[in-house]
Nanobody
Framework: QVQLVESGGGLVQAGGSLRLSCAASGSTFRINDMGWYRQAPGKQRELVAIIANTGSANYADSVKGRFTISRDNGKNMVYLQMNSLKPEDTAVYYC???????????WGQGTQVTVSS
C-alpha cells in the first residue's frame, strides 16, 4: 500500500505561480511512475504530467512550457511547479503513482487550484 498526500493548492491570479507537493508513504520502494492529474467541474479527470523513476517526464499539451514536474526519490516526493497559470487551469489536482509489478494506481485526496482572471 502507498499513501499520497498533496499540499500547495490555493487561489492565485492569472499569470501567477503555484507549487504543488505530494508526499508518498508506505511501500514506497514499489513506486514506479509518479504524476499529477486534474479534474475541473463537469469534466473528466485528465493527465497533467507524469515522471518515471528515471526522471523522464511527459506533459499534457495544454501545460507544456508552463508546468514542470520533478521528483525526489530519496524523500519520496513529487512536485508540480505551475507558472503562467490560466483560469482554465482551475481544477482539483490529484497526485498519483503506480506501484508494484502489476502497476497498481494510487491516488491522493486532491488539492484545489483556483486561478482567477
Amino acid at each position: 500500500q502507498v499513501q499520497l498526500v498533496e499540499s500547495g493548492g490555493g487561489l492565485v491570479q492569472a499569470g501567477g505561480s503555484l507549487r504543488l507537493s505530494c508526499a508518498a508513504s508506505g511501500s514506497t520502494f514499489r513506486i514506479n511512475d509518479m504524476g499529477w492529474y486534474r479534474q475541473a467541474p463537469g469534466k473528466q479527470r485528465e493527465l497533467v504530467a507524469i515522471i518515471a523513476n528515471t526522471g523522464s517526464a511527459n506533459y499534457a499539451d495544454s501545460v507544456k512550457g508552463r508546468f514542470t514536474i520533478s521528483r525526489d526519490n530519496g524523500k519520496n516526493m513529487v512536485y508540480l511547479q505551475m507558472n503562467s497559470l490560466k483560469p482554465e487551469d482551475t481544477a482539483v489536482y490529484y497526485c498519483t503513482c503506480t506501484a508494484g509489478a502489476i502497476m497498481r494506481y494510487y491516488w491522493g485526496q486532491g488539492t484545489q487550484v483556483t486561478v482567477s482572471s
